[in-house]
Nanobody, 124 residues
Framework: QVHLVESGGGLVQAGGSLRLSCAAS????????MAWFRQAPGQDREFVATITSSGGSTLYADSVKGRFTISRDNAKNTVFLQMNSLKPEDTAVYYC?????????????????WGQGTQVTVSS
């Protein structure tokens, strides 16, 4: 079993930056793709970014490409999302997710474990 806890959310002005963290428990953290999704009010949850076990491969949604960076530290059982040049449309609850497989997927059903989410609010 894997337990995920997100942190680092908050209120920031447009153009600012935030760094989200997702701390995981469980001995299997180092194997399996990790991802970030987000859900804005009244909208479906959407894919943001994903990273393979080694951190060697990543994939981003077009809406965040060039602004967000996903990374992981397997020694610390933590995955990060560095968010720069934030826009009001980035406002959402951000969720960390983990897959049992090491494949980059953009669809929620392929992720087996989820955190409770952290709120990110970007003011204009």
């Amino acid at each position: 079993q894997v337990h995920l806890v997100e942190s680092g959310g908050g209120l920031v002005q447009a153009g600012g930056s935030l760094r989200l963290s997702c701390a995981a428990s469980g001995r299997t953290f180092s194997f399996g793709a990790m991802a970030w999704f987000r859900q804005a009010p009244g909208q479906d949850r959407e894919f943001v970014a994903t990273i393979t076990s080694s951190g060697g491969s990543t994939l981003y949604a077009d809406s965040v490409k060039g602004r967000f960076t996903i990374s992981r530290d397997n020694a610390k059982n933590t995955v990060f999302l560095q968010m720069n040049s934030l826009k009001p449309e980035d406002t959402a609850v951000y969720y960390c997710a983990k897959s049992r497989t090491n494949v980059l997927r953009t669809t929620q059903i392929f992720y087996d474990y989820w955190g409770q989410g952290t709120q990110v609010t970007v003011s204009s």
